[in-house]
């Protein structure tokens, strides 16, 4: 080797060294920078990247129940200041033997809960119909639906014949479809078990048990949900007495 090819090697080395050196510095920066921050973003943690921020004590909810456009339609707005502040989109202090990114629906409460880091949860208010206590368990959303058709069960035409029009296209999606602006399909393993997670047509069935459906939440809040959750989240749907608190 000449001493012409030794000398590009060296510079060759020394360059590498020095990117990887400044790669390291950069990288060490970062990561000072975020622990000196004071507060961690969960978001960064769990969940579908570009996803919303998480609520905290200036988190805007006038915005964030206003009307929402979205497609085709617009959803109206909440007036969430009626209803108990517990219901509200909040963070809360969960504490739970569950990984962050899991779903914990507690249909005897009206609660849903995403768990974060740090003992953590962001909390939704919902309604729960007939069909949210006939399936309780664990299961994945295999499925995520925008602006979802609803096929009413049969049992539900038996009740309600009228309703066999809706069995063969379904109902189409809109303002008055009853599931609303999203669906979350629960499924264990390659079986359906008809269990749902959607937004509803009726904002006051939040914090009550109603005549039908699954579980309901604020068109807002569902879509907030839907933009967090990446397919294959596990869900966890407690009996009445279950308690999974660590």
């Known amino acids: 080797m000449t001493r012409h090819t030794f000398e590009i090697a ?15 510095i950069k990288g060490g920066l970062l990561i000072a920078a975020g622990a000196l921050a004071g507060c961690q973003t969960y978001e960064q943690v769990v969940g579908l990247p570009d996803q919303p921020a998480l609520p905290d004590e200036e988190f805007d ?12 339609f617009t959803w109206p ?32 409460n009206n609660f849903l809960y995403w768990v974060l880091p740090g003992d953590k949860a962001l909390r939704y ?7 949210g206590f006939a399936w309780t368990g664990e299961a994945l959303i295999r499925v995520k639906r925008p602006h979802p058709i609803w096929r009413p069960p049969r049992e ?7 309703l ?21 399909d629960l499924w264990q393993g390659s079986i359906d078990t008809l269990y749902r997670i959607h937004g509803t047509n009726k904002p006051s069935s939040i914090g009550r048990s109603v005549s039908s459906g699954c579980i309901r939440m604020w068109q807002q809040d569902v879509i907030d949900l839907f933009n967090r959750v990446p397919l294959r989240t596990k869900v966890i749907v407690l009996t009445k007495d279950e308690d999974i608190s660590t």
């Open 10 to 24: 060296d510079r060759t080395s020394a360059l590498a060294e020095g990117v990887s050196r400044r790669s390291l």
């Open 61 to 72: 909810y006038a915005s964030a129940y206003a009307a929402l456009p979205d497609g085709d």
């Open 77 to 108: 707005a909440i007036n969430y200041k009626a209803f108990d502040q517990k219901y509200w989109r909040q963070v809360v202090d969960y504490e739970t033997r569950e990984r962050p990114g899991t779903v914990v629906v507690d249909p005897h």
């Open 125 to 131: 208010g919902i309604g729960v119909g007939r069909a």
């Open 156 to 162: 539900m035409i038996a009740r309600k014949p009228s």
């Open 164 to 184: 066999e029009r809706y069995w063969e296209k379904g109902f189409p999606a809109g303002l008055r479809n009853p599931l609303g602006a999203r669906a979350m």
